[in-house]
């Protein structure tokens, strides 16, 4: 199982970015995706999650209404659409699948997005 992030990068307030993360290697269709960040010298954080249909979806109270998940299943591709960045959203940007059944957990490399004039 592989997860590949990419699209992170520098961004002046109020900008937006969008993240996406490739995956293979299982099937991406059943599998609950979540995007995590984890700022310097902080533990990493929930960012937002998908469930595997795409139907179900939830966010950190910190990017509500300003972030939005989304995932293409055709593509096994899931997105992380960030609008009117802060620079309190400079962070390394993780992808996670995860699949409780059978013990499906894959972190990918991440992303780095950094949020300064």
């Known amino acids: 199982a592989q997860v590949v992030e990419s699209g992170g990068g520098l961004v002046q307030p109020g900008g937006s970015l969008r993240l996406s993360c490739a995956a293979s290697g299982f099937t991406f269709s059943s599998t609950r995706m979540s995007w995590y960040r984890q700022a310097s010298g902080k533990e990493r954080e929930l960012v937002a999650y998908i469930s595997s249909a795409g139907g179900t979806s939830n966010y950190a109270d910190s990017v509500k209404g300003r972030f939005t998940i989304s995932r293409d299943n055709a593509k096994n591709t899931v997105y992380l659409r960030m609008n009117s960045l802060k620079p309190e959203d400079t962070a390394v940007y993780y992808c996670?699948?995860?699949?409780?059944?059978?013990?499906?957990?894959?972190w990918g490399q991440g992303t780095l997005v950094t949020v300064s004039s």
């Open positions: 996670n699948a995860q699949r409780i059944r059978d013990g499906l957990d894959a």
